[in-house]
DNA sequence: CCGTATCCTACGGGATACTG
DNA sequence: CAGTATCCCGTAGGATACGG
């Protein structure tokens, strides 16, 4: 075991870097579908400031993870991907939301558990 | 498609939270080891606050992925370890682990030449 | 249309001192 | 030993305005 979580250079934990991000993993799923352009994005992901769209844009395409075409057409048009290594990323979070939906009412009954517990004992 | 990721209610949003946090899979992965001592997480985890190691104990306790066990003797002994919920996280965990180690290379190589782009461009 | 630049704030989380 | 309580700071990221 040389899985080191706080070792920013561990492989481990820059994916995990990347899966917890909220935005980047939405992006991926977005563009697993269909090439998205930035707008579509903008618009789809409600909430999301350009700042972030455009900075975890970047991030993922620095890690090869999507690509960026540019149209050189009037007016603009910039289409974003999947790579093939984004669409191995994409199958990853999809087993990921598996195991939340089967595993998720565990969770949810361990929680009320939790809680009515923490209630009984603060008396 | 209801996957969406800025709504704290999804379970896929929790799972990735969960996953994304640094603490939480250090934890989960020391103790699919065996089970460990508060002191021992504390000083196995270089770097963890007692604030942030008991505030992420608690929090997986309370999904239920792992058990807090106080044993009444002096001094006190409280034991840490996963349950099946926390098991089978763990299995999760071992397969980011594995893709991480396998697409690693080809993450950094996509880096190296999107900075050596920049560089290029920037002049 | 597709971004960048700037400002600003909330809060995650570190350090530390103390207690049952 | 196994935590809690308190203070404090850095920075991620939102809002906004503007540029190519």
Redesign the interface.
Request: net charge negative.
């Given at each position: 075991?040389d899985?080191n979580?706080?070792d920013r250079n561990c492989?481990?934990?820059?994916?995990?870097?990347r899966?917890?991000?909220?935005?980047s993993?939405?992006i991926v799923?977005l563009l697993a579908?269909r090439p998205h352009r930035y707008t579509e994005l903008a618009n789809t992901?409600?909430?999301i400031s350009p700042k972030m769209l455009t900075q975890t844009l970047r991030g993922l395409?620095?890690?090869?993870?999507i690509t960026r075409t540019v149209h050189a057409v009037v007016p603009p048009r910039v289409d974003y991907a999947l790579t093939d290594?984004g669409r191995?990323?994409n199958v990853?979070v999809a087993?990921?939301?598996k195991?939340?939906?089967l595993?998720?009412t565990?969770?949810l009954?361990?929680?009320a558990?939790?809680?009515a517990r923490g209630e009984k004992e603060v008396v």
């Open positions: 075991m899985f979580a706080y492989p481990s934990r820059q994916l995990l870097d899966i917890g991000d909220t935005w993993v939405l799923v579908q992901i409600q909430g395409e620095r890690d090869g993870l290594l191995s990323l990853l087993e990921l939301e195991w939340a939906e595993h998720i565990d969770v009954e361990a929680r558990t939790y809680d």
